[in-house]
């Protein structure tokens, strides 16, 4: 079994991997990576499962030393992550010797940066998963829910393989301001004509208030006319919109059920997107219908066939 010490971390650093399933009846969210696409392609980059466990690193702050000579793979955010202080770029495999230490400063481009091992991370499975959700205390090294903190190991037991890039035109473009994709829902035509023109023709400031469980959207004041509602199951990307008008996308740690009205869902892809998003970015928002972007999701998921 070969290891990385952890030299530094932080509280937003966390052990994820695709998240749990079937469990929400259970009141017991899915967790998981928050961007899927980047997630996928660092274990793609080692010929791993696309689930595998990973390590989820946000805006920086992070560091491990190799106990030996090891392969690993990066991809997502730009991190400033270094080698000895050498810079290495996101998108690539890449070798790290015995007592060299890999480093993650600060956001250089996007949010969260995604470090892969062979085979994955070792850690126990909690209800079918070993992704991090802190606030239910499930998952992670310890299967209690714990950020990675300095002086624990990350194990792995996977056979490395050639170093590899993932090819250019599969690499998301984090500068992009394309428009994220919303899947219209139930209540959209319960929100005023005003509403409804600002949604999808303004743009929309990323608050500071966003963690895991969602992220709020500042911006004009959106105006619900329907009745009261009962709280429903929501899905992740849900966009509610609670009484003082400002959207909240709900990301991978949010509550089983809800209350407020929904605008809709993010698509897959518009939320991995979201997710390498920093606070007072402007973000747009398209309206897509579901075979649309079922599609576009099942187009996306075959560029991973070549492994």
């Not at 005023?192 to 004041?221: C, H, K, P, Y």
């Not at 740690?253 to 209350?259: E, P, S, V």
Request: proline residues 7%.
């Amino acid at each position: 079994m070969s290891r990385l010490t952890i030299e530094a971390s932080t509280p937003l650093c966390l052990l994820q991997d695709a998240g749990r399933f079937g469990v929400r009846h259970l009141g017991v969210t899915q967790g998981g990576a928050a961007d899927w696409c980047s997630m996928s392609w660092a274990n793609w980059l080692l010929g791993n499962e696309l689930d595998a466990a990973v390590v989820e690193i946000t805006l920086g702050g992070f560091a491990v030393v190799a106990e030996e000579d090891c392969l690993l793979a990066l991809a997502g955010a730009d991190l400033g992550a270094q080698i000895d202080g050498q810079p290495l770029a996101p998108w690539r495999s890449f070798k790290l010797a015995k007592g060299q230490t890999l480093r993650f400063t600060q956001p250089l481009l996007g949010a969260r940066a995604y470090l892969a091992a062979p085979g994955g991370f070792t850690a126990p499975k909690v209800l079918g998963s070993s992704a991090t959700v802190v606030r239910e205390e499930l998952g992670g090294l310890d299967g209690l829910g714990v950020p990675l903190t300095r002086g624990a190991t990350l194990s792995y037991r996977g056979e490395p393989r050639q170093v590899r890039e993932v090819p250019q035109s599969h690499q998301p473009d984090l500068r992009s301001d394309k428009p994220l994709d919303l899947v219209i829902g139930a209540q959209i035509g319960l929100f005023s004509g005003q509403s409804l023109f600002e949604v999808f023709n303004s743009r929309w400031t990323l608050d500071s208030r966003a963690d895991r469980m969602g992220i709020r959207l500042l911006g004009s004041a959106l105006q619900y006319q329907g009745a009261p509602m009962i709280s429903e199951g929501i899905p992740l990307g849900a966009v509610q919109v609670p009484p003082d008008g400002q959207p909240i996308v709900l990301l991978n740690d949010r509550q089983t059920i809800g209350g407020y009205p929904r605008l809709g869902a993010l698509t897959p892809l518009a939320l991995a997107r979201l997710a390498q998003c920093l606070p007072g970015v402007k973000v747009r928002l398209r309206p897509v219908v579901q075979d649309v972007a079922h599609r576009e999701h099942v187009e996306y998921l075959q560029r991973f066939k070549d492994r």
